[in-house]
């Protein structure tokens, strides 16, 4: 909430500076609402395969974003238009259009395109609510909201930090593994306090959890909101969370075939234990 604050101030000119012209009441919507490194990118890949999408499940907005923040303030609003028009129209085709979104950029979508005196006097919160709404109100939708979290925080921040070092977020091979297990090791064995930074993450990590959380609440008193959990649903080969959140008719589990590698590793399990050791927890 303070960070926005703070730069609601110098983006205040692009509030409420874009028009939506479309619908989507054909298709039904799935919001997966989550935080970095809970398993996002795993459930968008068993989407795709068990509901035979003719794309690719990513995060919906991140273009959009990439493009305010790179051009500002040489942008042009309808280049901006553009974008986010396009981000809610492309796929055209269903049986279901999903929008992965991370909880510390969605009050930003909302910003651009909110009423100006509802943007003028709302919170980050305020502003996440609004898009929510807003998002599922272009749709036929009878899909609850899925809010995905991680249970072991520090698993989640050794993930996020080491995934801060530039290294990539996912691999594809045992090649890449180890290579991406040795690169990790060394940028690691290279930092004075690694424990520290664990701990930074973490503290991200509640944040984040706690306006989730909040969020969650509040829809759950209008929506159908679903919870799920990386250790507890996404972990469980048996793909039974899918019967949570989607009716039978449009996902065939057997179509599923894993082949992302995890990048958590012994240097993750190292770096967890070191920051337990160190808080004297061990």
Same mark, same amino acid.
């Given at each position: 909430?303070?960070?926005?604050?703070?730069?609601?101030?110098?983006?205040?000119?692009?509030?409420?500076?874009? $028009?939506?012209?479309?619908?989507?009441?054909?298709?039904?919507? *799935?919001?997966?609402?989550?935080?970095?490194?809970?398993?996002?990118?795993? @459930?968008? =890949?068993? *989407?795709?395969?068990?509901?035979?999408? =003719?794309?690719?499940?990513?995060?919906?907005?991140?273009?959009?974003?990439?493009?305010?923040?790179?051009?500002?303030?040489?942008?042009? =609003?309808?280049?901006?238009? &553009?974008?986010?028009?396009?981000?809610?129209?492309?796929?055209?085709?269903?049986?279901?259009?999903?929008? !992965?979104?991370?909880?510390?950029?969605?009050?930003?979508?909302?910003? @651009?395109?909110?009423?100006?005196?509802?943007?003028?006097?709302?919170?980050?919160?305020?502003?996440?609510?609004?898009?929510?709404?807003?998002?599922?109100?272009?749709?036929?939708?009878?899909?609850?909201?899925?809010?995905? /979290?991680?249970?072991? !925080?520090?698993?989640?921040?050794?993930?996020? #930090?080491?995934?801060?070092?530039?290294?990539?977020?996912?691999?594809?091979?045992?090649?890449?593994?180890? =290579?991406?297990?040795?690169?990790? !090791? &060394?940028?690691?064995?290279?930092?004075?306090?690694?424990?520290?930074?664990? #701990?930074?993450?973490?503290?991200?990590?509640?944040?984040?959890?706690?306006?989730?959380?909040?969020?969650?609440? /509040?829809?759950?008193?209008?929506?159908?909101?679903?919870?799920?959990?990386?250790?507890? /649903?996404?972990? /469980?080969?048996?793909?039974?969370?899918?019967?949570?959140?989607?009716?039978?008719?449009?996902?065939?589990?057997?179509?599923?075939?894993?082949? @992302?590698?995890?990048?958590?590793?012994? $240097?993750?399990?190292?770096?967890?234990?070191?920051?337990?050791?160190? *808080?004297?927890?061990?």
């Amino acid at each position: 909430e303070n960070q926005f604050a703070i730069l609601k101030k110098k983006f205040l000119n692009l509030s409420s500076t874009v $028009n939506l012209n479309f619908k989507l009441h054909d298709i039904p919507s *799935l919001l997966i609402i989550t935080t970095q490194r809970t398993g996002s990118t795993l @459930l968008c =890949n068993d *989407l795709e395969q068990a509901c035979n999408l =003719n794309y690719s499940p990513t995060e919906t907005f991140i273009p959009l974003l990439t493009y305010i923040f790179n051009k500002y303030p040489n942008h042009q =609003n309808e280049k901006i238009e &553009e974008i986010l028009n396009n981000a809610f129209k492309f796929p055209l085709k269903g049986p279901v259009y999903i929008h !992965k979104i991370m909880i510390d950029y969605i009050g930003w979508i909302g910003f @651009l395109y909110a009423p100006k005196d509802f943007i003028e006097s709302a919170t980050y919160f305020d502003l996440s609510v609004w898009t929510i709404k807003s998002i599922l109100s272009k749709s036929r939708n009878k899909l609850p909201i899925l809010f995905l /979290d991680r249970t072991n !925080k520090l698993s989640q921040a050794s993930s996020r #930090l080491i995934n801060s070092m530039g290294f990539p977020t996912h691999l594809s091979s045992e090649k890449e593994k180890i =290579n991406f297990n040795e690169r990790v !090791k &060394e940028r690691i064995e290279e930092l004075s306090h690694p424990e520290a930074m664990v #701990l930074d993450q973490a503290s991200i990590i509640i944040k984040q959890n706690d306006i989730l959380n909040k969020i969650y609440n /509040d829809l759950s008193k209008e929506y159908k909101t679903i919870k799920i959990n990386y250790e507890n /649903d996404i972990c /469980d080969d048996s793909f039974c969370y899918f019967d949570k959140f989607l009716p039978k008719s449009i996902f065939d589990i057997s179509k599923i075939s894993r082949k @992302l590698k995890k990048t958590s590793n012994m $240097n993750s399990k190292n770096l967890i234990n070191s920051t337990i050791d160190f *808080l004297g927890l061990k």
